[in-house]
């Protein structure tokens, strides 16, 4: 029989009734069962959280922060059972697996030292005027399947922080790791504080339009990102969401083919490319694309796709079903109009597990689905460009402006690409290094609201003004 996990609901481990089976998307077995909650179940999470937000907002700051302080701590303590767990819920290799779960607790400990200060606007002989932060209230933190347990730490934290309490719904998907995490930390603040409730999609609906949720933060799809804005407007609920992203790298002609081809590769394939700020297009300048596409293409055809859990294996399995599919769709349709292939295309979906091949796009067109769409898995298009000003218009007509690079050897000319290009972070001759300390969050449809640093920290809170007139004080 499978593992039971529990939910975390006013400090008690508890379940539903009804079960959810949880598939290792590396052979399709079923490795564990969550309680399937609904209305009712979410309604005692929410009650929890409320009650428990009329003390916790008022326990000081230290008190909050070391909470957070142990709950790192616990995460490091238990690294090693909580990325292996992570690796057969998830699929991505155990090095990439242990890299989430450290980064987690690195995270908490780095956002936790964060603070909001008062800020006084008028100090004068007529009146004392200060503005402060308060928290909103009671949070719904909704998670995707790609990065479980670092998504919910990063809505954990800041809620926490700002003096919120948080009812958190992991991903149908990967509510593994979240559980055994929520187990080993529910002791670390008071009852109610921290909740942790598992359901299917149709839960995340039920808080959205929850009257006692005074906030959504939601990392996933824009498509479903829009259905949250939409039910949240109807109470007015606070926003922050993380949403898709079709993130495009530039590689300028003065970039080295042999030294950047590798971390090209990995900025693509990383957990499998199921990575919101993973690079989905790549364009090379025509002095450079033959010899870069092809270092490129070689390199690819040394890292072993497979089973997460097995040693040498560099990128695992899509995490389910439905998006596997949606891969191999994207992939069927390069191949039905006769776009050419580096490496892969001949994806086989007949075996046992979610796996796609390591697939590199020679050159497509910029209407091509493979190229306009968020691929989302082990796909890479390479494309050829020969301006500056033609490359930077191809990277910002899209709908999506979250994250973005540039490879050169010069980086004050990527400084003056970066500051031309329509998204909320991009990296010079790096990528995917994002910092607790900066904010994070997308322009145009990739999302709404920041996450990290004193930006993402206001997002859980109101300002509030308070005025003492000095010259009209009551006898």
Request: proline share 6%; hydrophobic share 40%; charged share 25%.
């Amino acid at each position: 029989m499978a593992t039971q996990y529990k939910n975390l609901i006013n400090g008690e481990l508890v379940e539903s009734g009804e079960w959810l089976d949880v598939v290792n998307p590396a052979n399709e077995q079923v490795i564990g069962q969550v309680p399937a909650c609904g209305a009712a179940e979410l309604d005692r999470a929410v009650a929890a959280a409320r009650a428990a937000f009329k003390s916790w907002r008022k326990t000081p700051i230290e008190e909050r922060r070391a909470a957070l302080q142990a709950m790192a701590k616990i995460i490091q303590d238990n690294h090693e059972e909580l990325y292996r767990l992570l690796t057969s819920e998830q699929g991505k290799p155990h090095e990439q697996a242990k890299g989430e779960i450290m980064g987690s607790a690195y995270m908490i400990a780095s956002q936790s030292t964060l603070s909001l200060e008062d800020e006084v606007t008028e100090d004068s002989a007529q009146r004392l005027s200060r503005t402060r932060r308060v928290p909103v209230g009671v949070v719904g933190g909704i998670v995707p399947w790609n990065f479980p347990l670092l998504m919910a730490v990063q809505k954990i934290v800041p809620a926490l922080l700002s003096g919120c309490t948080i009812v958190l719904k992991p991903s149908p998907f990967t509510p593994l790791t979240t559980l055994r995490f929520a187990e080993l930390i529910k002791d670390t603040v008071p009852a109610g504080v921290v909740n942790f409730i598992t359901g299917e999609d149709s839960l995340g609906p039920l808080m959205t339009s929850h009257p006692d949720i005074d906030k959504i933060t939601f990392t996933g799809s824009t498509a479903t990102g829009k259905k949250i804005m939409e039910g949240a407007s109807k109470d007015l609920k606070r926003i922050t969401l993380e949403l898709g992203g079709n993130d495009a790298s530039i590689v300028l002609p003065d970039a080295d083919p042999k030294k950047v081809a590798e971390q090209l590769f990995w900025s693509s394939f990383t957990n499998a490319g199921q990575v919101c700020i993973a690079a989905k297009r790549i364009y090379i300048h025509e002095d450079i694309y033959d010899e870069l596409s092809q270092a490129i293409a070689d390199y690819a055809k040394t890292v072993k796709v497979g089973d997460g859990s097995q040693q040498g294996t560099g990128v695992g399995p899509i995490q389910n079903k439905k998006q596997y599919e949606r891969v191999l769709e994207l992939i069927e349709d390069a191949k039905d109009n006769g776009y050419k292939f580096l490496v892969g295309g001949d994806a086989d979906p007949t075996g046992s597990g979610y796996y796609v091949p390591i697939t590199i796009l020679d050159n497509p067109p910029e209407d091509a689905r493979i190229v306009a769409e968020e691929q989302f898995g082990p796909v890479m298009p390479l494309m050829k460009f020969s301006t500056e000003e033609e490359v930077i218009a191809r990277a910002n007509n899209s709908d999506y402006g979250l994250a973005g690079a540039v490879w050169t050897a010069n980086p004050e000319k990527g400084i003056e690409i970066a500051e031309q290009l329509e998204t909320g972070t991009v990296w010079i001759n790096e990528f995917m290094h994002i910092s607790p300390y900066a904010p994070f969050g997308g322009h145009k449809q990739s999302g709404f609201g920041a996450e990290y640093g004193k930006e993402g920290l206001e997002e859980f809170t109101y300002s509030q003004v308070i005025t003492v007139k000095r010259d009209n004080i009551p006898a």
